[in-house]
């Protein structure tokens, strides 16, 4: 007997779907001096999140947890053994070999992001520049294995992932769904992204301005 | 077993690498032939020119920024960022002994600034011109 249940709670799906446009715009204004200020923006968005996330590893709903996709390499390996012959199991929350992707982006995400603010703050030397770009593109390259683990997974088990990470729900059993879905603190989370971007393009606005009259106009004060 | 040795060795090659390149450092002139020995394969190469160098640097091209916008008109002084105003050290030679040290630091940058500046690439002739002027710089 299945029928639709939640499995992932409001704040586990803000996250996500903020993380995603964070990574990608960052990603994409990584080539300009023109999107720098976007691009050190959304790498601070990217870590505010993940902040949030390891937070929410402990506290929040069941498959949000991280001791719901702590698999051991054994258990990764029969996963995917087992989905290769087009067997695999499934999983209502994350399966085996997904969750090794979770645990390298949010490595991935953590490590490119400090080393980011590191540079910013020219605190960073040429090993720190050569090792954000390294960590930025491996980053790119486990989002694309991450898409396509998804794509496989929701024809082997014919469920659509991606629907299940905008609505919530998936078809299981009623007794493994979550109860709450927290939706007030999903809230709460894009109040505070939005009120970031805001608030930092509008100073960033103020700024530039005051750089471009000053070099034109004071060449001389250098200090 | 082996698996871990080929990691520790791929580890290893790469974390030398990185340790390595200082070992690479190069003169500003010695960039400065690399950039002429390309530059030269151009039919209607010139020869480097400082004067040339220093127009470019403060032209916009027809767009909004030049490279001054951001190294300012004097590259022996500091910067600032048109966007985000941070400080940049500054570009000469004279005044910042690390700068046109490093090839790899030199075309990275040039290819980012140049798309930034001029929307495309730099041709040889354009990078030693500019590297001339700054090498004629003085604090």
Same mark, same amino acid.
């Given at each position: 007997?299945?029928?639709?249940?939640?499995?992932?709670?409001?704040?586990?799906?803000?996250?996500?779907?903020?993380?995603?446009?964070?990574?990608?715009?960052?990603?994409?204004?990584?080539?300009?001096?023109?999107?720098?200020?976007?691009?050190?923006?959304?790498?601070?968005?990217?870590?505010?999140?993940?902040?949030?996330?390891?937070?929410?590893?402990?506290?929040?709903?069941?498959?949000?947890?991280?001791?719901?996709?702590?698999?051991?390499?054994?258990?990764?390996?029969?996963?995917?053994?087992?989905?290769?012959?087009?067997?695999?199991?499934?999983?209502?929350?994350?399966?085996?070999?997904?969750?090794?992707?979770?645990?390298?982006?949010?490595?991935?995400?953590?490590?490119?992001?400090?080393?980011?603010?590191?540079?910013?703050?020219?605190?960073?030397?040429?090993?720190?520049?050569?090792?954000?770009?390294?960590?930025?593109?491996?980053?790119?390259?486990?989002?694309?294995?991450?898409?396509?683990?998804?794509?496989?997974?929701?024809?082997?088990?014919?469920?659509?992932?991606?629907?299940?990470?905008?609505?919530?729900?998936?078809?299981?059993?009623?007794?493994?769904?979550?109860?709450?879905?927290?939706?007030?603190?999903?809230?709460?989370?894009?109040?505070?992204?939005?009120?970031?971007?805001?608030?930092?393009?509008?100073?960033?606005?103020?700024?530039?301005?005051?750089?471009?009259?000053?070099?034109?106009?004071?060449?001389?004060?250098?200090? | 077993?082996?698996?871990?040795?080929?990691?520790?060795?791929?580890?290893?090659?790469?974390?030398?690498?990185?340790?390595?390149?200082?070992?690479?450092?190069?003169?500003?002139?010695?960039?400065?032939?690399?950039?002429?020995?390309?530059?030269?394969?151009?039919?209607?190469?010139?020869?480097?020119?400082?004067?040339?160098?220093?127009?470019?640097?403060?032209?916009?091209?027809?767009?909004?920024? @030049?490279?001054?916008?951001?190294?300012?008109? !004097? &590259? *022996?002084?500091?910067? $600032?960022?048109? /966007?985000? +105003?941070?400080?940049?050290?500054?570009?000469?030679? @004279?005044?910042?002994?690390?700068?046109?040290? !490093? &090839? *790899?630091?030199?075309? $990275?940058?040039? /290819?980012? +600034?140049?798309?930034?500046?001029?929307?495309?690439?730099?041709?040889?002739?354009?990078?030693?011109?500019?590297? *001339?002027?700054?090498?004629?710089?003085? /604090?």
């Amino acid at each position: 007997m299945s029928e639709r249940i939640r499995v992932w709670d409001v704040p586990t799906r803000v996250f996500h779907w903020s993380l995603v446009l964070s990574f990608c715009g960052a990603f994409l204004t990584a080539e300009s001096e023109r999107y720098r200020d976007i691009h050190v923006m959304l790498g601070y968005t990217v870590l505010g999140l993940i902040a949030f996330r390891l937070l929410w590893g402990f506290f929040g709903t069941r498959y949000a947890r991280f001791s719901s996709f702590l698999f051991t390499s054994r258990e990764v390996v029969t996963y995917v053994s087992a989905l290769v012959k087009g067997e695999a199991k499934h999983y209502v929350g994350h399966n085996p070999a997904g969750s090794v992707a979770i645990w390298l982006l949010l490595f991935l995400a953590i490590s490119s992001g400090v080393t980011g603010v590191l540079l910013f703050q020219d605190s960073g030397g040429e090993v720190v520049e050569e090792l954000h770009e390294v960590l930025s593109f491996a980053m790119l390259a486990v989002v694309l294995v991450h898409v396509a683990g998804v794509a496989v997974s929701s024809i082997m088990h014919r469920e659509n992932l991606v629907r299940a990470m905008i609505t919530g729900s998936k078809e299981a059993r009623p007794e493994e769904g979550v109860e709450r879905s927290h939706a007030w603190l999903g809230v709460i989370m894009l109040l505070v992204v939005a009120t970031f971007w805001a608030g930092y393009s509008a100073v960033n606005a103020m700024a530039p301005d005051e750089a471009v009259s000053q070099a034109e106009h004071h060449d001389d004060d250098d200090d | 077993m082996s698996r871990i040795n080929t990691l520790l060795i791929l580890l290893l090659v790469v974390m030398s690498g990185l340790a390595i390149q200082p070992a690479l450092a190069e003169t500003p002139n010695q960039i400065l032939s690399a950039v002429e020995s390309s530059a030269k394969t151009a039919p209607e190469f010139r020869g480097f020119s400082a004067t040339r160098g220093e127009q470019f640097f403060k032209s916009t091209h027809g767009n909004d920024w @030049s490279c001054a916008s951001c190294h300012t008109e !004097d &590259p *022996a002084g500091s910067g $600032k960022h048109a /966007k985000t +105003n941070k400080v940049i050290k500054a570009l000469a030679p @004279s005044a910042n002994a690390e700068r046109l040290t !490093d &090839p *790899a630091k030199v075309e $990275k940058w040039f /290819k980012r +600034n140049c798309n930034d500046v001029l929307g495309r690439v730099c041709t040889p002739q354009e990078k030693g011109d500019v590297i *001339a002027y700054l090498l004629t710089t003085r /604090k």
